[in-house]
Nanobody, 128 residues
């Protein structure tokens, strides 16, 4: 079992910044990658960013590229998402997720089905 707990969401004005955190506990040694997804009301859950646990390599959705930075701590128990220049369209519930499967194709981690554990989510609201 793996438990993921997100924090750091809140209300921010457009142009502002937020740093989301995801603390992982339990059987985390089998982690291959972790990712951030978001879901706005009435929309499907969409990929935001992912980080490969072994080497720290990252990938981002086009919608956040240049504005987001995904990272992890050296202990490999916490993942972060720094979001800058926030826009109203970034408003959503943000979820962290863990994948225990290695995929050579970096784009494989874009699909929510590639992840086996999910957090409860943290709300991010960006006002215009």
């Amino acid at each position: 079992q793996v438990e993921l707990v997100e924090s750091g969401g809140g209300l921010v004005q457009a142009g502002g910044s937020l740093r989301l955190s995801c603390v992982a506990s339990g059987h985390i040694l089998s982690t291959n990658a972790m990712g951030w997804f978001r879901q706005a009301p009435g929309k499907e859950r969409e990929f935001v960013a992912r980080i490969r646990w072994s080497d720290g390599s990252t990938a981002y959705a086009e919608s956040v590229k240049g504005r987001a930075i995904i990272s992890r701590d050296n202990a490999k128990t916490t993942m972060y998402l720094q979001m800058n220049s926030l826009k109203p369209e970034d408003t959503a519930v943000y979820y962290c997720a863990r994948s225990s499967t290695f995929y050579r194709d970096i784009y494989a981690y874009i699909q929510p089905s590639r992840y086996d554990y999910w957090g409860q989510g943290t709300q991010v609201t960006v006002s215009s």
